[in-house]
């Protein structure tokens, strides 16, 4: 039978590059490690790292036993993590990632409000406009917008968001766009991380559909919404912003909506997890909690 401890050590040697580096982050001697993952080896019957005076290598086995420890020290975790809700609330900790937005302005305030009600849960949350593999990185939820295309994972719906097309006033006094096909041929600011930036389904005043394709070539890229805002603000051209992070430069005049009897479809906002059987209790409340507060 595996043994907890010893999959324990292996991961944390393995996440920190150096059997010296893992004694030091658990606590143990260097000998004690050692002795561990010989064992880990020798019950399993393979080589699971290559040891060289500089470096620790894994092998084709050590790799799948790698993130598939890490997956069942997960679920270990939430295991006992339930048990003990069951008597004294949600414990352990929950790791949360969110684009450095959406995160300041919406998710921060709410996991605050959850972590006071929550006493005996450690929270750590993590700003990345990159989309994190959720099991190796450890995450438990990641709140992400738009559409989703990764089946590996589950996705729970909290709410829809509007997106606008925005731009200066001095910029659109320049260009008065005031039809579709203007939108169409316009400077757009792109957001390079989108699978499709340059083609948006959009409705007009009467309800009716259509794909409006940006037919000028971009010459201004972005990877976040804040960095399209900052281009949008500074005169670059025109942005495809949510409501939610443009309501104030709306409110104060700094950006403009343009063409406002154009629609573009809503956007959803999801809390993403891992596809496994036994969703852990501070998963599932914090995930209602969220759709609570932001519903």
């Given at each position: 039978m595996l043994n907890l401890q010893r999959i324990t050590i292996f991961v944390a040697v393995v996440d920190s590059g150096s059997l010296t580096a893992a004694a030091g982050v658990l606590g143990l001697t260097k000998a004690v490690v050692s002795f561990n993952i010989r064992?880990?080896?020798?019950?399993?019957?393979?080589?699971?790292?290559?040891?060289?005076?500089?470096?620790?290598?894994l092998t084709e086995p050590g790799q799948l036993f790698y993130q598939r420890g890490v997956t069942?020290?997960?679920?270990?975790?939430?295991?006992?993590?339930?048990?003990?809700?069951?008597?004294?609330g949600l414990t352990g900790e929950l790791r949360i990632t969110t684009t450095p937005e959406y995160g300041a302005q919406v998710v921060i305030p709410i996991l605050a409000a959850f972590s006071q009600q929550h006493p005996g849960l450690r929270v750590r949350h993590v700003s990345s406009s990159h989309h994190a593999d959720l099991i190796s990185e450890r995450f438990d939820v990641a709140i992400r917008l738009g559409t989703l295309a990764d089946s590996r994972y589950h996705a729970a719906l909290i709410a829809r968001f509007t997106i606008l097309p925005v731009a200066t006033p001095e910029w659109q006094a320049h260009h008065a766009v005031d039809s579709l096909e203007a939108l169409a041929q316009s400077e757009w600011i792109v957001h390079e991380r989108l699978s499709t930036p340059l083609r948006?389904?959009?409705?007009?005043?009467?309800?009716?559909?259509?794909?409006?394709?940006?037919?000028?070539?971009?010459r201004v890229f972005a990877d976040s919404a804040q960095a399209l805002m900052a281009f949008a603000l500074a005169g670059s051209g025109l942005a495809l912003l949510p409501e939610w992070l443009v309501k104030t430069a709306l409110e104060e005049?700094?950006?403009l909506h343009i063409l406002p009897g154009v629609t573009f479809a809503q956007q959803g906002i999801y809390a993403v997890y891992p596809d496994a059987q036994h969703v852990p209790a501070k998963v599932r409340t914090f995930i209602d909690f969220l759709r609570a507060r932001v519903g």
């Open positions: 064992q880990l080896e020798n019950e399993l019957g393979v080589t699971l790292l290559l040891r060289s005076t500089r470096r620790l290598t069942l020290l997960k679920e270990a975790e939430s295991l006992q993590d339930d048990v003990r809700a069951n008597h004294a948006w389904q959009v409705s007009d005043e009467h309800g009716r559909s259509s794909t409006l394709e940006i037919k000028r070539a971009p005049g700094t950006l």
